[in-house]
């Protein structure tokens, strides 16, 4: 190797958030939903869920499914369901297709693992509706760890999970925030911003081919 040369680590583990990588989504679709329910103004949905610290609270762990919905249905509508509150909750998403059939090619040729800030009820609803994690080698989520991007534990636990050295690890996040986290833990973070752009970041690691970038 020629001096002052550096070698480059191979990857053996790519890392995909799943909220704005893999699935679009959009909390105001629920915010909207539990408020037409309620009769309230989607704003003071949104307002008290974040001021009080119920959907971080509920990301990391912290309260369970029920306690979120108990707390949610006192402060707004005491009728409201259990199913009512899923189904507002849950139905945010939409897969991003494209992306998830990069994922699925790459899974051949190295581990890919899935790394999210989310809770119980969007990951069932994800499982229950998507069929991508099938093909994944292990998933992080934030409530399951009790650690949140961009907590430098959360991208810790991925590192340990995919067994590898964080320089062999790819990380692609949609929040520039979360990138720069997982650099400062050793990883390979690139930021999301399009199906393109992902392709040619794959293709300079060398894992999908020049026809394919």
Known sequence: MA?????????EAVIFDIGGVLLDFDHSRAW????????????????????????????LGEISSEEIFRRYSQKFQPDLTYEEFYSAWAQIFSEKKDVIEIAKSISRRVSIYALSNTDPIHFKFIVDSYNFLDFFNGRVLSFEVGSRKPDES??????DLAGCDPNTCLFFDDIEEHVEAAATVGMKSRRFVSVE??????FVCGLINEKDK
Not at 3 to 11: D, F, K, N, R
Not at 32 to 49: I, M, N, P, T
Not at 154 to 159: K, L, N, Q, S, Y
Request: hydrophobic share 45%; net charge positive; glycine share 10%.
């Open 32 to 59: 909207k939903s539990l408020g037409k329910l309620a009769g309230v103004g989607w704003e003071d949905v949104r307002s008290y869920l974040l001021e009080s610290r119920l959907r971080i609270g509920y990301e």
């Open 197 to 202: 752009q992902m392709r040619k970041d794959l």
């Open 3 to 11: 001096a002052g040369s550096a070698q480059i680590s191979p990857i």
């Open 154 to 159: 959360i991208f810790r636990a991925a590192i």
